[in-house]
């Protein structure tokens, strides 16, 4: 038997009278029954609770009754529905189906105080793990982009020693040339002077002072 309490009503009490309330309208249950429900947790009659609810908290949570009975509505379409419909979220275990959400591992019943605490802290321990793993890829860039510097210093290297060869190589190059061309004169001057001592050889002058053929 609960007992009729004559204090004011504490914002506690207001917020359980809200919360329960908000939920029986979600499920599709009736608000008496929710009235009864947080007599039994509060200590008060249902009618005070309902005098409650109509005379004051009702008018704070006007978008969540609208709310609600739109949730209401929704799971009592979907519940005809084929089963495993439901989107996910972020990929965090939150399911949506246009505007109803219910939390892997929990319940159909409304998403409560717990099931949030529990998506919060797994979301949170999604995060640090991404967070993680952003790390690590940061750091794996960080030493591809200092292997990238040190290969562009070596790749710099070898273009200036390339450099260097080709130019020594024009260099030797053109030095062949030249002595290719000094040999060349050489030979014919050789030729020259060969033809030369033959002519000489094959003439004599005679007593006449005529030059005569040598057979």
């Not at 207001?14 to 939920?23: K, N, S, W, Y």
């Not at 005098?51 to 979907?78: M, P, T």
């Not at 040190?150 to 024009?170: A, F, G, M, P």
Request: aromatic share 6%.
């Amino acid at each position: 038997m609960t007992a009729v309490r004559q204090d004011a009503w504490s914002a506690e009490d207001d917020l359980i009278l809200a919360e329960v309330t908000l939920r029986h309208i979600r499920e599709g249950s009736t608000q008496l029954a929710a009235f009864e429900e947080v007599g039994e947790k509060i200590g008060r009659t249902p009618a005070a609770c309902g005098f409650r609810w109509n005379s004051c908290v009702r008018k704070k949570y006007e978008e969540a009754i609208s709310l609600a009975k739109s949730q209401r509505q929704k799971r009592s379409y979907y519940k005809k529905q084929p089963a495993n419909t439901g989107l996910q979220v972020a990929g965090l275990g939150l399911e949506a189906e246009a505007g109803y959400y219910k939390v892997e591992g929990a319940s159909e019943e409304s998403l409560s105080i717990d099931a949030v605490i529990r998506f919060l802290r797994q979301w949170k321990g999604n995060l640090q793990e991404n967070g993680r793993q952003l790390k690590m890829l940061e750091k794996e860039l960080r030493e591809k982009e200092e292997e990238i510097a040190h290969l562009r210093r070596i790749n710099e290297q070898l273009s200036k020693e390339v450099n260097e060869v080709q130019t020594d190589y024009r260099v030797v190059n053109d030095d062949y040339k030249a002595l290719i061309q000094i040999m060349d004169r050489a030979r014919r001057l050789a030729f020259l002077t060969e033809e030369e001592e033959e002519l000489k050889t094959r003439f004599k002058m005679d007593a006449n002072g005529n030059l005569e053929r040598i057979e």
